[in-house]
């Protein structure tokens, strides 16, 4: 076993990556050895950009919009054809109401904050917008 893939199996037993990522990590490694490496990763499973980037947006889909999604995904290296098939816009304003919901007693009469914080998470303007006036409309209880 190459030490090139034994450094991505450590890696990965602490963190999904995705394959661009990994490969920056083993950038000290003859080009060779890497490509082996990553061909080997992917024949075993280890290795999956739609995986990393389907796990990664289920954790953070709560708390981050679309845009920031796509932002963090392209920033690591997951191609621009599997950020489009996972990162979705279905449910943007659904999502915008509950995450600013939960923080309403904090930008509850503040629209600008309110907008802002919203937009900050990856959200778009006219999302976070409809987002506040729902919530200005019939505020959450508690």
Same mark, same amino acid.
């Given at each position: 076993?190459?030490?090139?893939?034994?450094?991505?199996? @450590?890696?990965? %037993? &602490?963190?999904? +990556?995705?394959?661009?990522? /990994?490969?920056?990590?083993?950038?000290?490694?003859? *080009?060779?050895?890497?490509?082996? =490496?990553?061909? &080997?990763?992917? *024949? $075993?499973? +280890?290795?999956?950009?739609?995986?990393?980037?389907?796990?990664?947006? &289920?954790v953070? &889909?709560?708390? $981050?919009? !679309?845009?920031?999604?796509?932002?963090?995904?392209?920033?690591?290296?997951?191609? !621009?054809? #599997?950020?489009?098939? #996972?990162?979705?816009?279905?449910?943007?304003?659904?999502? %915008?109401?509950?995450? /600013?919901?939960?923080?309403w007693?904090? +930008?509850?009469? =503040?629209?600008?904050?309110? #907008?802002r914080? /919203?937009?900050?998470?990856?959200?778009? /303007?006219?999302?976070?917008?409809? @987002?506040?006036?729902?919530?200005?409309? %019939?505020? !959450?209880?508690?």
């Amino acid at each position: 076993m190459g030490e090139a893939l034994k450094r991505a199996l @450590a890696l990965l %037993a &602490r963190r999904a +990556y995705a394959e661009a990522e /990994l490969r920056r990590k083993l950038a000290g490694f003859p *080009a060779d050895e890497i490509e082996t =490496a990553l061909d &080997r990763l992917k *024949a $075993w499973g +280890y290795l999956d950009d739609r995986a990393f980037a389907e796990a990664f947006v &289920r954790v953070r &889909r709560g708390r $981050w919009g !679309p845009k920031k999604l796509r932002r963090a995904l392209l920033g690591r290296g997951v191609p !621009p054809s #599997v950020v489009d098939a #996972v990162v979705t816009e279905d449910d943007e304003l659904e999502r %915008a109401v509950a995450l /600013l919901a939960r923080r309403w007693r904090r +930008y509850g009469g =503040a629209k600008a904050r309110a #907008v802002r914080f /919203l937009v900050g998470r990856g959200f778009s /303007l006219e999302a976070a917008l409809r @987002a506040f006036e729902r919530l200005q409309s %019939a505020p !959450p209880e508690g």
